[in-house]
């Protein structure tokens, strides 16, 4: 939706004009898959398909909320915020304005109409925009001195305590700090990041939804988290400095990794690998190494179904028919796995051989139809005053 026609629905439901836009775009992960709660690298880029909040200030401590996905309205007021089983799609919202004043931020009221065009459930991070997107609305309307770090931090915690999923830094970060045409190299233990730049001419990243929610995701991402703690006990043993998977290295790996159980071992392993995969995918960017960042990312798929367990049948047809197609250079499933979505790494003048392909064997095994969208590294969050 164009923002006039979204300004003009927000005007017939308030009755008055928002005054702030803010946007935040959902994010698709190139390379670096359940590294980022091990204190790894990633390498996300943001994707061009945005939370859009429009939002107006209030005198009183309401915040009043209309979603056009779901096409349902709520409301909660500031000193009593609590957790909602009915309009579940509101806890992000009602868990921002919590852990802002937690933190002794003040904020007021406001109204807000929000129009979701990243795709729930995908594994394209929708959440993390819709956090993101919601505190720079009271950011903006309030006046709130806050640094980047901070949103992203604050917007995990919401995610972490109040929804309820344990999930790491990657994604409100890159929803917050990405830039079009780079990537977002992200240290996760240090919290530093640098640019690298995506210019791979006569090349495109496709992403394909499975169509498969990812049910089984949140406990199974809370079980991988648990699995990795426990090896970085088990290997405390052998290497008593560690902290985390990010602090073994491939030598350690291959020395101790036969003393842990078979089920922590690939875990651990998949862990170390990918943080070395995720570096070297940098400079085969960086050196517009093509086949080479494509390698990586097969390679990077199959640790996820094989050592991590994190794929599913559906993503791995995807991966496998897309990979016969001539000219797709990489493949792997992006996010969290179990579902949502797979990312194509491939030359351009194959979109359309690979879309044509994977749609008729997809839905032919599954009948499953799956979904396309063509992403390019774009802006991270923004707000920006309405004009009258
Ligand atoms: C989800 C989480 C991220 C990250 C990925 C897996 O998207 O929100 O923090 O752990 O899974 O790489």
């Known amino acids: 939706m164009r923002e006039s026609d979204l300004i003009k629905v927000f005007s017939e439901i308030y009755n008055r004009y928002p005054s702030v836009i803010a946007k935040a775009p959902g994010r698709v992960n190139l390379i670096g898959e359940h590294t980022d709660y091990n204190d790894g690298f990633v390498l996300p880029i943001a994707i061009d398909r945005y939370t859009n909040m429009l ?213 651990a392993e998949h862990v170390v690998y990918e943080n070395e995969r995720v570096k070297k995918a940098v400079e085969e960017l960086e050196y517009g190494n093509m086949e080479a960042f494509g390698d990586l990312m097969n390679q990077s798929h199959r640790s996820l179904s094989e050592l991590y367990e994190v794929s599913s049948g559906e993503l791995d047809l995807l991966v496998e028919t897309g990979r016969e197609v001539e000219g797709v250079l990489g493949a792997r499933l992006t996010g969290a796995g179990f579902g949502g979505c797979v990312i194509f790494f491939l030359k351009e003048s194959s979109l359309k051989p690979l879309k044509e392909k994977v749609l008729r064997v997809y839905q032919n095994k599954t009948s499953l139809i799956p979904q396309f969208y063509e992403v390019t590294p774009s802006r991270g969050a923004f707000s920006e005053e309405i004009s009258a």
Not at 156 to 169: A, D, L, S, Y
Request: charged share 30%; aromatic share 8%.
């Open 55 to 267: 939002v107006s200030g209030r005198e009183d401590r309401n915040v009043r909320l209309y979603d056009l996905k779901y096409r349902e309205g709520d409301e909660f007021n500031l000193d009593s915020v609590e957790h909602t089983e009915l309009h579940r799609w509101s806890n992000y919202q009602r868990g921002i304005a919590k852990v802002l004043m937690d933190k002794g931020y003040e904020i007021g009221g406001m109204d807000v109409v929000i129009c979701g065009e990243v795709p729930e459930g995908a594994g394209l991070s929708s959440s993390a925009s819709v956090e993101i997107a919601t505190l720079l609305s009271f950011k903006e309307l309030y006046g709130i001195d806050i640094e980047p770090l901070d949103i992203i931090k604050l917007a995990r915690k919401t995610e972490n305590e109040f929804v309820g999923v344990e999930c790491g830094i990657m994604d409100q970060f890159a929803s917050l700090l990405s830039k079009e045409k780079f990537a977002l190299f992200i240290d996760c233990r240090t919290l530093d990041y640098r640019y690298v730049r995506v210019s791979l001419p006569g090349c495109a990243f496709l992403v394909c939804n499975s169509m498969v929610k990812r049910e089984l995701a949140v406990s199974a991402y809370n079980e991988r988290r648990r699995e990795c703690r426990e090896a970085v006990e088990a290997m405390k043993k052998y290497l008593p400095h560690i902290e985390s998977l990010r602090d073994i290295t491939a030598e350690d790996i291959k020395k101790f990794g036969s003393y842990l159980p078979e089920v922590l071992k690939k875990r």
